[in-house]
């Protein structure tokens, strides 16, 4: 049996952090108030540069930058739409200190991105969008350092979970860049 049973789950390549970007860009543009993203994926995979995107397709206040030292930022929208509270749960020691943030107060009115999330954000709403960033290739230091190529491809894996997805919306939007992992039509 499928471990994924009873998910939706797509995978693509980003090719770029522009490409990253606009994926979050056509992802945002279609998220709602209540809408939980939890992204996972090493240092430097893109989850930063999907939740800018995802920050710019919403068109909400900025800049969006890592939270790792603040752990949550709320940013509000500037056209209307919900807010958004980008999380980073990396230095979280588990669920007591992610509840201690009390995003549930806040998960009915924004949309909560959740970077480094895995084994601690699923508490958070039993549906969810799951994307998952790896590079495909160790960055070339030598590239990395004076800026030169577009860097490592990275793989995008996406689970909607749970009876409350929008999966139709969410996937449409990111159709461009997935293809269904179970090899059936979406």
């Not at 201690?100 to 806040?106: A, G, Q, S, V, Y």
């Not at 958070?124 to 790896?134: K, M, V």
Request: glycine residues 14%; aromatic residues 4%.
């Amino acid at each position: 049996m499928n471990a994924l049973a009873g998910m939706n789950t797509w995978s693509g390549g980003l090719t770029s952090p522009e490409m990253t970007h606009e994926c979050g860009r056509a992802l945002g543009s279609v998220l709602a108030a209540g809408d939980l993203v939890v992204l996972n994926g090493p240092l430097g995979a893109g989850k930063t540069t999907l939740t800018q995107g995802i920050a710019a397709g919403m068109g909400v206040r900025g800049p969006i930058t890592s939270p790792t030292f603040v752990i949550a930022r709320v940013h509000p929208s500037l056209a209307g739409g919900p807010m958004l509270v980008h999380v980073d749960a990396y230095r979280l020691g588990g669920h007591a200190e992610l509840d201690d943030l009390d995003l549930d107060t806040d998960l009915d009115g924004a949309v909560t991105v959740v970077e480094w999330g895995a084994g601690l954000a699923e508490g958070l709403g039993e549906s969810r969008l799951e994307i998952s960033l790896s590079l495909d290739a160790e960055p070339d230091e030598d590239a990395a350092l004076t800026s030169e190529g577009p860097g490592p491809a990275r793989t995008i894996r996406v689970s909607a979970v749970g009876p409350a997805w929008p999966h139709t919306r969410s996937m449409a939007a990111l159709a461009p860049w997935l293809s269904d992992d179970r090899g059936a039509s979406q």
